[in-house]
């Protein structure tokens, strides 16, 4: 009784070893923005922010420049220097963008169909340091360590702060498109890694703010693995079709895709379209190249197949249902005019 057990959680932890290490597929799937209002509002102007001493505003308007999603641009930027013309034509100061009125006047006048507007709520950097004692052996012997040097070392410390409050006002409405608050942080401790300066610490808390709210205005793709199924489960499979199979897998690992995909369609007909495992496989090749519907159908195939749950056939329905309504999104908000 006790050999058979332990011969049991043997092989349940092989099975789980070998789960561990199935190959996987790193898929790459559309995403719509999450502003999606800024779909239809992309001449978009970039004001100066209030008490923005770390260049906020031109670190959101320089990524919001270069963005691109299959290698077009999805905003057009209003140029600094005529958002501060007509700032100055208008006797009008950056701070006073952050009404909605003024934001929408201003920004008819440059012909803007939003407004970015905003300011830093605070900025912190402070430092400080302590002691530490630390110890390191002088001479080894057999028994161990026969002599210590005792010691003590200062370590410094840095925690850093930045908030700010981020707008995006409609130019035709003058209503707020959306409003955010952004906080970030950053501690580091020299005793435990190299740490940043004052001015680095904050020009790094600004980056991260400025990435994540333009991430949020824009489509983007994501990218996430998916694990294979690597053994045909019928019986009948002959020992050439598990080789077909077993070098399709090599294929993909190789990212070639199309040749995979030529093969597996090959090898599921042979099977007479009877291996789940085969549709299942084929299903994510054709999810990374970008045929969702394909992968769909491959996938309900593969489920209509089993005789119980797999949860790998699970995963996939419920995510390429998923990605079939958010590609679809995000294509709306590329087309949009």
Request: charged share 30%; net charge positive; with cysteine.
């Amino acid at each position: 009784m006790k050999l058979s057990l332990k011969l049991l959680l043997t092989a349940s932890a092989v099975a789980l070893l070998m789960s561990g290490c199935a190959q996987k597929v790193r898929i790459k799937a559309l995403d719509p923005a999450e502003v999606g209002e800024m779909a239809t509002k992309k001449k978009v102007a970039i004001s100066g922010f209030k008490n923005d001493n770390h260049g906020l505003s031109g670190k959101i308007e320089s990524q919001i420049a270069r963005h691109k999603l299959d290698k077009k641009r999805y905003f057009t930027v209003v140029s600094r220097k005529d958002l501060n013309k007509i700032m100055a034509e208008q006797k009008l100061q950056s701070s006073e963008l952050m009404d909605e009125a003024t934001a929408t006047k201003v920004g008819k006048l440059i012909g803007a169909q939003a407004v970015i507007n905003g300011e830093i709520a605070s900025a912190t950097a402070t430092t400080d340091k302590y002691v530490e004692d630390r110890e390191k052996c002088l001479k080894w012997t057999k028994e161990g360590c026969a002599r210590y040097k005792h010691y003590r070392v200062t370590c410094k410390t840095i925690q850093a702060e930045v908030s700010a409050n981020l707008n995006i006002v409609n130019v035709e409405t003058g209503s707020i498109i959306y409003g955010d608050t952004i906080n970030k942080e950053y501690s580091g401790d020299s005793c435990r890694k190299a740490i940043l300066s004052k001015g680095q610490a904050l020009n790094r808390l600004t980056d991260a703010i400025a990435s994540e709210f333009v991430y949020k205005l824009t489509p983007h793709y994501i990218y996430f693995n998916v694990a294979l199924l690597d053994k045909i489960e019928l019986k009948t499979v002959t020992d050439k079709q598990e080789k077909i199979f077993e070098t399709s897998l090599a294929y993909i690992k190789a990212g070639r895709m199309d040749k995979a995909e030529s093969m597996l369609q090959g090898l599921l007909d042979e099977l007479n379209g009877k291996s789940y495992v085969v549709a299942f496989v084929y299903g994510v090749v054709q999810e990374a190249q970008g045929k969702l519907d394909d992968a769909k159908k491959m996938y309900a195939m593969a489920d209509d197949l089993t005789i119980e749950p797999v949860e790998e056939i699970n995963l996939a329905l419920s995510r390429i249902d998923r990605s079939i309504v958010k590609r679809e999104e995000a294509k709306k908000q590329m087309n949009a005019k």
